[in-house]
């Protein structure tokens, strides 16, 4: 006979689970809008209550330095950042690829999403710089995620055409490596090809007021986006801090 305790003890353990994903076309950042302003963390899936769990919670009250939350692991986040990406690993109903993981910041808080949705969901994560994998995969081996994640060395659009080629297809994606136009063009004109219908791309400094500046040459990302993600396959969802997410459509459009 089930009793209160065996059924709260059965509540309290239910995970929440993928639902369909809700756009915030409000967010929409245009041009002039750059870094004027970064629009808060808003739920893309549906859960009860305003956090997945306490480590989903614990990215919105972590310490912070700054603007940036300070969790002991080198790395440029903001709290809305860190919670979009904690809820898209998450949810994401295959596998998370990430391009550019630095000291690990990003990849930690994909991996815990990844661990704690029980689900068997794979990790790859992507540097240039092989000092920048040997540091994360040291993180993700002191914290017991090294089992479901996987390394790749080398330019990010490479490592994607790589993967391309080896037939591998993503929910998820983290966009966070070089920042200049051409780079990230270079990736947009090849997600089409690895992100799943439905999946979705979550643009660091998409919304970064360096964008805008036309003696910046290192940042180019938000033109990069609007001018080379292919409008055909892919929607606007939403901005949170200073991410850009986008969406793949189920069915391509002209
Ligand atoms: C901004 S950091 C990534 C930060 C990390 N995602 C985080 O949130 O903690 C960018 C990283 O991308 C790497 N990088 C730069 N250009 C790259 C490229 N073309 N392909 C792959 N990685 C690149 C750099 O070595 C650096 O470690």
Known sequence: MRTLFSWLGHKRSQKPT??????????????EQLGKHWHPFLPTFSYPGAYINEHHRF?????????????????????????????????????VLELGCYHGLSTHILAMAICDSGTQKKLVTNDLFPEAIDITGALLQKHHYDSFSSFRCGYAADVCRQLVGEKRHFECVFIDHSHTYEAVTAVCKVLGDIVTPGGMCLFHDYNNEW?????????GVWQAVQENLPRELFN???SYGCTGLFRRKIVPTQ
């Open 18 to 31: 993928y639902t369909e994903p809700m756009p915030h076309p409000e967010s929409f950042v245009t041009f």
């Open 211 to 219: 964008n805008a500046d036309p003696n910046n040459h290192d940042y």
């Open 59 to 95: 990215f919105a009250e972590c310490p912070q330095k700054g603007a940036l939350i300070d969790i002991g692991i080198k790395g440029f986040l903001l709290s809305a950042d860190a919670l979009k990406l904690y809820e898209l690993a998450y949810f994401s109903r295959g596998d």
């Open 236 to 238: 606007f969802y939403g």
